[in-house]
């Protein structure tokens, strides 16, 4: 059967991280709206200079443009068999979108539940090794209240999909407790 699971949890939980190596163990295309978007950005093109300062920021860019490019994504022939969404949707209006697009979209939510003063510990240090431009003190705070208000009501939305999975503790052992989580769902 299609997998198509969406990855949420606040921003620095390690999303990215975990949706690589889940995306590998179960053959599904990875896709990420924040990897789209910046990659878009270091091409310059109109859609990443769009997006450049609302993304510089800790703000959600607008529905409207992540939505399209999700669609384009999801149409292409390597998500006909399933998909680990990471990033999108990111709010209501984003996942009645999906809803309206793709019939039974998300089959399973993974909710990495990661405590608030870690996601800052791990921003910021990926703030030295990257310099990824919404890792910074101002960009965290504001993407920590976007995910408490817009994102952490999908929880509600998705409901009984829901698995919580612990996000703290080491990448492997994070790793593992999702497929486990996976495997019995
Ligand atoms: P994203 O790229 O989705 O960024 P994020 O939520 O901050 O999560 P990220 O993937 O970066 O962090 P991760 O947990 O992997 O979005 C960026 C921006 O794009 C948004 O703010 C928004 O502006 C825009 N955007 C994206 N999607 C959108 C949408 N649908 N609608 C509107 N706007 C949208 O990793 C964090 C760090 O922790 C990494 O350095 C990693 O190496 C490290 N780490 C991971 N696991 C760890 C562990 N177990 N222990 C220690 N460190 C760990």
Do not use: W
Request: with cysteine.
């Amino acid at each position: 059967m299609a997998r198509r699971i969406l990855l949420l949890g606040p921003p620095g939980a390690g999303k990215g991280t975990q949706a690589t190596l889940i995306a590998s163990a179960l053959h599904v295309p990875h896709i990420s709206t924040g990897a789209m978007l910046r990659a878009a950005v270091a091409a310059g093109t109109r859609l990443g200079k769009q997006a450049e300062s609302v993304m510089a920021s800790g703000e959600l860019v607008s529905d409207e443009l992540v939505v399209a490019i999700v669609d384009e994504r999801l149409s292409q022939d390597d998500a006909r068999c399933g998909y680990l969404l990471d990033g999108f949707p990111r709010n209501v209006a984003q996942a009645e979108a999906l809803n309206d697009s793709v019939v039974d979209a998300i089959g399973t939510v993974v909710l990495l539940n990661v405590d608030t003063e870690e996601v800052i510990v791990r921003m910021m240090r990926r703030a030295e090794e990257e310099g990824r431009s919404d890792d910074n003190e101002e960009a965290i705070r504001r993407r920590l209240e976007v995910y408490s208000g817009e994102t952490t009501p999908l929880v509600t939305f998705y409901d009984s999909a829901v698995l919580e999975v612990d996000g703290m503790g080491s990448v492997e052992a994070i790793f593992s407790r999702i497929m486990i989580a996976l495997a019995k769902s």
